[in-house]
Nanobody
Framework: QVQLVESGGGLVQPGGSLRLSCAASGRIYSISDMGWYRQALGNERELVATITSRGSTNYEGSVKGRFTISRDNAKNTVYLQMDSLKPEDTAVYYC???????????????WGQGTQVTVSS
């Protein structure tokens, strides 16, 4: 069974920084796209950033220039460095990855459990 485990969330003051990590484990053949999404209380889940297996990135407009997505393919891990955090960044952040595995050889999307990020004074 494939599992995505997230870490790095917490409470920070406005202007602070956090780095989120998401590691894929289990029997994995390969991983293509990986990304981060977030969902504020009462709101829809929205895209934050994505990164392809070749390193191409895409960012939601409000985080561009403040957040940086990266990945370590040897560790099956994706990161989100968050700088200059604002209160409106407060949300549960979810890792996503498209993974080929014995469980689903044709490939499928997997989601992490979510990690809370709170930006407040």
């Amino acid at each position: 069974q494939v599992q995505l485990v997230e870490s790095g969330g917490g409470l920070v003051q406005p202007g602070g920084s956090l780095r989120l990590s998401c590691a894929a484990s289990g029997r994995i053949y390969s991983i293509s796209d990986m990304g981060w999404y977030r969902q504020a209380l009462g709101n829809e889940r929205e895209l934050v950033a994505t990164i392809t297996s070749r390193g191409s990135t895409n960012y939601e407009g409000s985080v561009k220039g403040r957040f940086t997505i990266s990945r370590d393919n040897a560790k099956n891990t994706v990161y989100l460095q968050m700088d200059s955090l604002k209160p409106e960044d407060t949300a549960v952040y979810y890792c996503n990855a498209h993974i080929w595995s014995p469980f689903y050889p044709a490939g499928d999307d997997y989601w992490g459990q979510g990690t809370q990020v709170t930006v407040s004074s």
